[in-house]
């Protein structure tokens, strides 16, 4: 729905005016969702640690700081023509544990045709990891997307994402290839391919000095993204999630505008794991607006029939591309690439700089630093969160008895599936469902006696109540409450009964399917998170809506009034949180349990938490 409206909208613009308005909205909106850039650029103390001499150009390793403390290992790669200036490209690193080695043929590719290419670490990967065991010599996560994991659910609490300094780590190398006497500052470029092509397109947007951008492996209809991602690619990566990504109009297809007019094209692969389909249709959206506004020779796609790599034939059809925007010689195939081995290509002593500078820091440490220059502004609550603009008006949905027909929009529909007698206890079951597909699995634990009654939700972290949970649902009877027990959406009996596997970290997908489940590194329910934030309307407050469609229910067809909610081990928080936002409902205590606080998470940078409890901005909130 909310696809189809921002295609709409596009549709409607008439003249350059108009797509110009909307490339200021989109501008803003994207610094939103990535918490916006810092402020200052501070010196960036480039050092060159070494040169190799390579047959027609020079590598050197390069580190600089893209913020005080922030140290960025690269690769630089200059060819030896002797010409005064040389186009320039940034090629930043996909996720490979090896991080800008791993992409060393394309950048050696680049450098033969005459270009200054610049390639780094992202943060997490080759000499920039994180959470770096040096007794262990290895990272305590894998060097791809867990690190990424960590660091980038912390910063959705922070009110911030992962992407926002990893693009600040971009456009900190094209600030360094500025003072480069070689570089001509009106050429430069970028194309990177997988989480490489996600930079491409994050930087590209974001600086209008790049004058030429080829993401390649990643461009997609984030829709279509969404339904493939759990079976193809479950990791989580959360700088590919910006929150509000569709719900802001923004999707793949604003990035590609943001970059408008200045020459793009899309290395996309039939066989990836982002939908070809979803690739065509964005490329379509804006080959529209490029031509309709006289920039259409501008845009270009290439399609090669493989999976998720920068293969060759899209490299020769990417620096064709570039070579003709960057008024380069015409040339015909590719240049003769020596790899060399990750160890001579290191910039650092000890291969980690966290390891080498004693002054270097943890972006964990910043992303603290970043929530406590930001909290003492206006603070949410879960309730104006709940109750905006995304909210679905369940206290005024109606409540029926299913007849075969699945429920229209604000509508519950329900049915009895038994009955079952347990001491002096009624248990009846239910069947509710809700927003088209959705069902919810009800116990109403209830007395005998007539008349409407006070009743409790109780759940625990996999849903409702289970035998073992027995002693407790029973002491909330004898203090005469009524029990309202349910599953939430995609836990209990909702849960999809598959394991994702991590192409990073297999092992993960050993786990026994109840931890495998809700890994925060690779896992279904990580995935129905994400998605979430896509949406804009978080899993958490998600959750808190099935507290509030099984309350309704209960009150319209058990007569039962939820004036309580209290739950076992960490869904204590999410209980916590329920009574914080409806009206009527207080929080029972639980003398074992105790409320988790995103605040807390970020000040301690708190590595592993339940993944259901991802909010952004959540640290501001208490």
Known sequence: MEDEARQKAWDAIGDEAGLRKLHDDLRQKLLQMIGGLPAVKTD??????????????????????????IYVTALVYVPNDHAAKHPAVLVPAGHAADGKSHYQALSQRLAGRGYVVISWDPVGQGERSQFWDSKAKKSRYNLICAEH?????LAYLAGANLARWEVWDGIRAVDYLLTRPDVDGERISITGTSGGGTQTALIAALDPRIKVAVPSCYITSLPMRM?????????????????GMISNGMDHAGLLLLMYPRPVM??????????????????????????RFGHGDGLAMVEGYHGHQYSTENQQAALDFLDHFNQMPVRSGLPFVKELDGETLRCTRTGQVLVDYRDARSLMDVMREYYEEHKSGSRRTLAKEYYGNKYSGVKNWRVRENTGVLPQAG??????????????????????????????????????????RNAALWFQENGKAAAEDWPEIEKYLNQGFDII???????????????????????????????????????????????????GRPYFLQMIEDA????????????????AVTAAG????????????LPGISLLPEPNSRVLKWSEIVEQETESWPIQYLLPRGAYMH
């Open 44 to 69: 960036l103390h480039a050092v060159i640690t070494g040169k190799i001499p390579m047959d027609g150009f020079t590598i050197e390793k390069l580190v600089f700081q893209s913020l005080p403390g």
């Open 149 to 153: 994991a960590v660091m980038g659910n």
């Open 227 to 243: 339904s493939n991602r759990i079976f193809v690619d479950p990791d989580s990566d959360p700088e590919q999630d910006l929150d």
């Open 266 to 291: 899309v290395a996309a692969a039939v066989l990836d794991f982002f939908p070809i389909e979803g690739t065509r249709k964005t490329f379509r959206e804006l080959q529209k607006l490029y031509t």
């Open 411 to 452: 509508e519950i529909t329900w049915e009895a599936a038994g009955s079952s007698i347990l001491g002096e206890a009624t248990i009846d079951r239910y069947l509710l469902r809700h927003s088209g597909q959705l069902e919810m699995p009800l116990l109403y634990i209830h007395k005998s006696g007539s008349g409407e």
């Open 485 to 535: 027990s349910f599953d939430f959406r995609g836990l209990g009996e909702t849960r999809m009964p598959y394991t994702a596997v991590s192409p990073d970290d297999p092992l993960l997908g050993a786990l026994d399917f109840d931890h495998a489940y809700v890994n925060p590194i690779s896992g279904v329910l990580a995935d129905y998170v994400y998605n979430s934030l896509l949406t």
């Open 548 to 563: 509030e469609i099984a309350s309704r229910f209960a009150a319209q067809e058990l007569h039962a009034n939820v004036v």
């Open 570 to 581: 960490d869904a204590y928080t999410l209980a916590s949180a329920i009574a914080e936002t």
